[in-house]
């Protein structure tokens, strides 16, 4: 069964520095693996998917399917990027799989 | 146009008695999800429907838990014999044909239950 795992509930970073947000993925085909966003009081939203291969927000994702692995990175954390992020896998026409999240609070 | 909409937005109920939330996804979307989102929990997968075929509802976490999605567009979630652990914000979305699309979310229903 494919499952999503992000192995920290909370991260915090100061501002300006380096913030990785780490995602493992375990299916054994090729899938589709998307970052989603939740700021305070807004929905939840998509922020990137990989397919795209954009930077949004100064956000990256690579996909390394050696490590099974969609860490999202920024160089430079910014206070707006405080929010809940949640990565999420899909294969085909099954469901898509969310990770359980990790909150991201970003020191001034 | 308009996103995905959700009410009530707010829900107080006393245990025990029975819960519906509705769900209005994007016109023209087939795939529709309900999440439930708690502390510590993260966001979790309830049931999905995809066109006319059955739904998958192997996240629904018991029996007191239904849904429904009538002519392919809104979507009632049912809890009946609310407990207090059922306290959550539900959470629905919708894509277009394709599973693996977009979802876009609704702002949820935050339900507690007394």
């Known amino acids: 069964a494919q499952r999503v795992t992000q192995p920290e509930k909370l991260l915090s970073v100061f501002k300006g520095a380096p913030v990785e947000l780490k995602c493992n993925y375990s299916?054994?085909?090729?899938?589709?693996l998307f970052w989603y966003v939740q700021y305070s009081r807004q929905r939840l939203q998509l922020l990137l998917r990989?397919?795209s291969r954009e930077s949004i927000k100064g956000f990256t994702a690579d996909l390394n399917k050696g490590e099974t692995s969609f860490h999202l990175k920024k160089p430079f954390a910014q206070e707006e990027d405080s929010a809940m992020y949640y990565c999420?896998?899909?294969?085909?026409?099954?469901?898509?799989?969310f990770g359980t999240g990790t909150r991201l609070t970003i020191i001034p | 146009g308009a996103g995905v909409s959700q009410s009530p937005s707010n829900k107080v109920t006393e245990k025990g008695k029975d819960v519906e939330l509705r769900c209005d996804p994007i016109?023209?979307?087939?795939?529709l999800y309900w999440y439930r989102q708690s502390l510590g929990q993260g966001l979790e997968f309830l049931i999905y429907?995809?066109?006319?075929?059955?739904?998958?509802k192997s996240g629904l976490p018991s029996d007191r838990f239904s849904a429904e999605r009538t002519g392919g567009s809104v979507s009632t979630l049912t809890i009946q014999r609310t407990q207090q652990e059922d306290s959550a914000v539900y959470l629905c979305?919708?894509?277009?044909?394709?599973?693996?699309?977009?979802?876009?979310f609704g702002p949820g229903t935050r339900l507690l239950v007394l």
């Open positions: 979305a919708s894509s277009p044909e394709r599973g693996w699309e977009t979802q876009y």
């Open positions: 299916y054994s085909g090729s899938p589709e």
């Open positions: 016109s023209g979307h087939t795939a």
């Open positions: 999420a896998l899909i294969f085909g026409n099954e469901k898509l799989t």
């Open positions: 990989h397919i």
């Open positions: 429907f995809q066109g006319n075929s059955a739904p998958d």
